[in-house]
């Protein structure tokens, strides 16, 4: 047993759906751009009221979403994203100022982050009675947020690092992710490469190490399926479309989603 990642179509819409192997619900979702109502830049399924889009379509790409994941938008949990460390404990829907990062426990209950590049952090047991899910972009990862919300899950869930699994969605790679070598003595040097005299991060290496030092063992560590700025058709990537793009969703609830496998 243990946890993969497959990609799925669920009519005009295309997913990266976090399962247990064999059968049984959704762990956890990240959305991809096909299908979706806007247009120019944020083509596709733009799911963020924040990036210059215009608002009626991302309505309609919400409720698209919604509708076929079987979700009610008014159950949903979000964090506020600050590029910061804090992860809370979310035991009602809505907004939870200065985090980054939620898990909960509570049936009916969702959350969701928007991401573009950032890493979507995913921590679970095998039953889903309890998980987590934060952002890590190079701020947060640097701050330690993939420990942090291991350790909450552990304390809340009054679990081992054994029992949990940690997976990371679709988001840039050590491929891509280019930067100055001033912003980039930021993370811990293991994460950091020289490659023909230019420097790249490896955030999932280095979300990864958390989610290790938290007791995770390796095996239950999935690295991501996808490097958004590989794929930018596939995915909106900060990076690939110089800033000026969506956001995909990454999704987790307590007790998994209601998307039954379609093979
Ligand atoms: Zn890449």
Same mark, same amino acid.
């Given at each position: 047993?243990? *946890?993969?990642? *497959?990609?799925?179509?669920?009519? +005009?819409?295309?997913?990266?759906?976090?399962?247990?192997?064999?059968?049984?619900?959704?762990?956890?979702?990240?959305?991809?751009?096909?299908?979706? *109502?806007?247009?120019?830049?944020?083509?596709?399924?733009?799911?963020?009221?924040?990036?210059?889009?215009?608002?009626?379509?991302?309505?309609?790409?919400?409720?698209?979403?919604?509708? &076929?994941?079987?979700?009610?938008?008014?159950?949903?949990?979000?964090?506020?994203?600050?590029?910061?460390?804090?992860?809370?404990?979310?035991?009602?829907?809505?907004?939870?100022?200065?985090?980054?990062?939620?898990?909960?426990?509570?049936?009916?209950?969702?959350?969701?982050?928007?991401?573009?590049?950032?890493?979507?952090?995913?921590?679970?047991?095998?039953?889903?009675?309890?998980?987590?899910?934060?952002?890590?972009?190079?701020?947060?990862?640097?701050?330690?947020?993939?420990?942090?919300?291991?350790?909450?899950?552990?304390?809340?869930?009054?679990?081992?690092?054994?029992?949990?699994?940690?997976?990371?969605?679709?988001?840039?790679?050590? $491929?891509?992710?280019?930067?100055? &070598?001033?912003? +980039?003595?930021?993370?811990?040097?293991?994460?950091?490469?020289?490659?023909?005299?230019?420097?790249?991060?490896?955030?999932?290496?280095?979300?990864?190490?958390?989610?290790?030092?938290?007791?995770?063992?390796?095996?239950?560590?999935?690295?991501?399926?996808? $490097? &958004?700025?590989?794929?930018?058709?596939?995915?909106?990537?900060?990076?690939?479309?110089?800033?000026?793009?969506?956001?995909?969703?990454?999704?987790?609830?307590?007790?998994?989603?209601?998307?039954?496998?379609?093979?």
């Amino acid at each position: 047993m243990g *946890f993969a990642w *497959f990609q799925e179509n669920r009519g +005009a819409l295309s997913f990266y759906v976090l399962r247990l192997v064999g059968p049984g619900s959704a762990a956890a979702v990240v959305t991809q751009r096909t299908g979706g *109502f806007s247009k120019g830049v944020y083509e596709g399924l733009n799911l963020s009221l924040r990036v210059g889009d215009d608002p009626r379509s991302v309505r309609r790409n919400r409720r698209l979403l919604a509708s &076929t994941l079987g979700l009610n938008e008014k159950d949903c949990a979000w964090p506020e994203q600050v590029h910061g460390e804090s992860v809370l404990y979310a035991d009602a829907p809505g907004r939870f100022s200065g985090a980054d990062g939620l898990a909960s426990s509570k049936p009916g209950l969702w959350m969701a982050i928007l991401v573009a590049d950032c890493v979507p952090v995913f921590v679970l047991d095998e039953q889903l009675s309890f998980v987590g899910l934060a952002h890590a972009g190079r701020r947060g990862t640097a701050l330690g947020i993939t420990r942090n919300l291991v350790e909450l899950v552990k304390s809340k869930a009054d679990a081992s690092g054994q029992a949990l699994t940690v997976a990371l969605g679709p988001s840039i790679g050590g $491929c891509c992710y280019e930067l100055d &070598t001033r912003t +980039a003595s930021e993370l811990p040097r293991p994460f950091v490469k020289e490659r023909n005299g230019k420097t790249f991060a490896d955030l999932w290496e280095a979300n990864a190490a958390q989610a290790l030092s938290g007791g995770v063992p390796a095996d239950n560590i999935l690295l991501p399926p996808a $490097c &958004t700025c590989c794929e930018p058709q596939m995915f909106f990537s900060h990076r690939a479309h110089g800033g000026s793009t969506g956001r995909q969703m990454a999704i987790a609830a307590p007790g998994g989603l209601g998307l039954q496998r379609n093979d």
